[in-house]
């Protein structure tokens, strides 16, 4: 027994939502017809940054590898970019971060580095690309702490090296960090970017956020 549209009153088999195959796809269409018209409007004053293009995880003792082949297959790697705040955390830092990867009470955020590679993943785009190989937009502290800890030059909880954590639940040999990869092509992307994750927290300066916030109008400015 055939049902009847809600709207148009014909008859169908099959009814979604009270309506028939017809009415159902116009109803649809003006969904995204008002999806479009709504994102229009909103994105003269809302930045949008798509999914990065590739996400990875990697164990901590494989880091610092992991980076330098990315360097050699990709034109380079830089750690520390212009718009960084450089090397900033103190050693006291550094040691609070591993313990708490020891202790396993990082959140997935914490445990997290953001790179970016133009190349990465889009081999036929050719549009403009003023970037090339390799930078890290934010993790630069996280990746120090961590290539400081495997290296020797502290240890946690006053008294474990790196080795000392084997064969026990707080080994790091299986620990990993998750890498994202994006592909931007211009850098006043990457430093809206970085301007948007970092403005709202309290970690960087007023002076800080305003220097990156120069650099990107003297981006804009140049185009």
């Given at each position: 027994m055939?049902l009847?549209?809600?709207?148009?009153?014909?008859s169908?088999?099959k009814?979604?939502?009270?309506l028939c195959?017809d009415?159902?796809?116009?109803r649809?269409?003006v969904?995204r017809?008002?999806?479009?018209?709504n994102t229009a409007?909103?994105?003269?004053?809302?930045p949008?940054?798509?999914?990065?293009?590739?996400?990875?995880?990697?164990?901590?003792?494989s880091i610092?590898?992991q980076f330098n082949?990315?360097?050699?297959d990709w034109?380079?790697f830089e750690?520390?970019?212009?718009?960084?705040r450089g090397?900033?955390?103190?050693q006291?830092?550094?040691?609070?971060?591993?313990?708490?990867?020891v202790s396993n009470?990082?959140?997935?955020?914490?445990?997290?580095?953001?790179?970016?590679c133009?190349?990465?993943g889009n081999?036929?785009?050719?549009?403009?690309c003023?970037l090339?190989?390799?930078v890290?937009?934010?993790?630069?502290?996280?990746?120090?702490?961590?290539q400081?800890f495997l290296?020797?030059?502290f240890k946690?909880f006053g008294?474990?090296?790196?080795e000392d954590l084997d064969?026990?639940?707080f080994?790091l040999?299986?620990?990993?960090?998750?890498?994202?990869?994006?592909?931007?092509?211009m850098k006043?992307d990457?430093?809206e970017?970085?301007l948007l994750?970092?403005?709202g927290?309290?970690v960087h300066?007023?002076?800080?956020?305003?220097r990156?916030r120069a650099?990107?109008e003297?981006?804009k400015?140049?185009?």
């Open positions: 055939a009847i549209c809600e709207k148009c009153g014909n169908d088999y009814l979604t939502k009270g195959r009415c159902e796809e116009e649809l269409r969904i017809a008002t999806n479009i018209a409007v909103l994105a003269k004053d809302i949008y940054y798509q999914e990065c293009n590739y996400v990875v995880d990697i164990e901590l003792h610092t590898r082949q990315y360097a050699e034109g380079g750690y520390n970019p212009d718009f960084q090397y900033v955390w103190t006291e830092q550094q040691i609070a971060y591993m313990e708490s990867f009470v990082l959140s997935v955020q914490q445990r997290t580095i953001t790179l970016n133009p190349e990465f081999y036929n785009d050719k549009s403009p003023e090339h190989g390799f890290i937009v934010d993790g630069l502290q996280r990746v120090t702490a961590i400081a290296k020797g030059e946690v008294k474990f090296t790196y064969n026990s639940r080994s040999r299986r620990k990993t960090i998750k890498v994202q990869v994006f592909a931007w092509r006043k990457i430093l970017y970085y994750f970092n403005n927290g309290t300066s007023k002076e800080e956020i305003q990156v650099m990107l003297d981006c400015e140049k185009q």
